[in-house]
């Protein structure tokens, strides 16, 4: 189970992933989020709007020493490979606001 809890750290973000805090830079947050909230196979273009999204999943995988799983179906969209479990209310109380709007939204939508 991947817990996206975001609690802020040194400029870090927490995920609990099988009981195991990663504190995620930033980029590497937002690229998991955005990847959480799309509930399945995700496009490139929502998850990096500057054509970057294989260098932010890169940087996701690193950041977590590989233990974050993305599968890529090879036709440009990416998902999650866990069960994933969004402690909205603790998002939405950070000071981000595309956080914020990414927590309004519903899985898939």
């Known amino acids: 189970m991947l817990v996206i809890d975001g609690?802020?750290?040194e400029g870090r973000h927490l995920v609990v992933l099988d009981g195991e805090p990663i504190y995620l830079t930033h980029a590497a947050f937002m690229c998991?989020?955005?990847l959480?909230?799309?509930g399945g196979w995700v496009p490139m273009n929502e998850i990096e709007l500057n054509g970057n999204?294989?260098?932010y999943i890169?940087?996701?995988k690193k950041a977590s020493g590989e233990?974050?799983?993305i599968a890529n179906n090879?036709?440009?969209c990416?998902?999650?490979?866990h069960k994933v479990r969004l402690l909205r209310q603790r998002l939405f109380k950070l000071k981000d606001y595309e956080i914020k709007q990414l927590c309004t939204k519903k899985p898939g939508g």
């Open 67 to 69: 233990l974050i799983r």
């Open 53 to 55: 999204a294989r260098s």
């Open 32 to 34: 998991l989020l955005r």
């Open 58 to 60: 890169g940087l996701l």
């Open 7 to 9: 609690t802020e750290r």
């Open 74 to 76: 090879k036709r440009g």
């Open 36 to 38: 959480a909230v799309g």
């Open 78 to 81: 990416y998902r999650l490979e």
